[in-house]
């Protein structure tokens, strides 16, 4: 009797299939992909909000060991130092553990000692992608960027001329104890990009910012200081048909992160009323913020 062997075959995945393989991967990935999106966002968005938070305890720690005062949005090195600049972040430097940055800086207007170029992480927002490694990509290129901005309102309501350093200085008229409208009711930091590539523009870490060299209108400070009438720009792009405005505080983010002064962050979109937004700017206006503004 002759038995016939059988071989069996291994079967392989016909080419059908493995183009419905890939393409179920395909749709996979492309439903995982805007919840990693959003999880990165999130991320970012805490991180930048502990940023801010970070800022915030410096400027009351500021106010602690200067006699409850503000740090100023420009001002001229203490009586008896030669006459350097003091731009307005380059105060905090002491109180957000940069005192070797501080001192590098000292007696050169701050920014002296390649001290401009002096990248610092907590100044950065990670949706901020306008630096160049921490860097201005456009404007003041190779100095450190910031992706935030402070109130002129608040800290350079009194602009006064100093005869002895034969320049204008800017400094708040309000201690942390005694601004009219009370901590919780005025803004004192708002986010904005690093750069503007749009409009050549930058917002340097350690640039001076003042109504008497930047311009000075009606609306409020056109560079380094931002006006109270320009609502924040949200999800904003720093190029293309309609880029983030210098003028403007903008943010990335769907929500603008903005600092109170009494150390609290919230989001601001893009929908806030113009007058709920001025009463938040303004420090001195009377008026007590909604509770959902």
Known sequence: MVRIAFLKLKR??????????????AILIGLLLPAVQKVREAAARMSCSNNMKQLGTALHNYASANGDKLPPMLDRGPSGNPAYWMPFFYSLYPFVEQDNVYRRGQGTDGWGNNNHA?????FLCPSDTTNNAGLCASGQTGWAAASYAPNYFLFAGSNNYSSSAGVNINCSKYSIGNIPDGTSNTVSLVERFG????????????????????GWNSYGAVYGPWGYNYLPQTNAKPSGSNPAHPYYPNSAHSACQVLLMDGSVRGVTSGVSTTNWQYAVQPDDGQVLPGNW
């Open 12 to 25: 392989g995945f016909t080419l059908i299939e493995l183009l419905v393989v890939i393409a179920i991967i």
């Open 118 to 122: 002096a990248v610092i992480k907590g």
């Open 195 to 214: 750069a503007h590539p749009a409009y050549g523009w930058s917002n340097a870490l350690l640039y001076p910012m003042s109504a008497s060299y930047w």
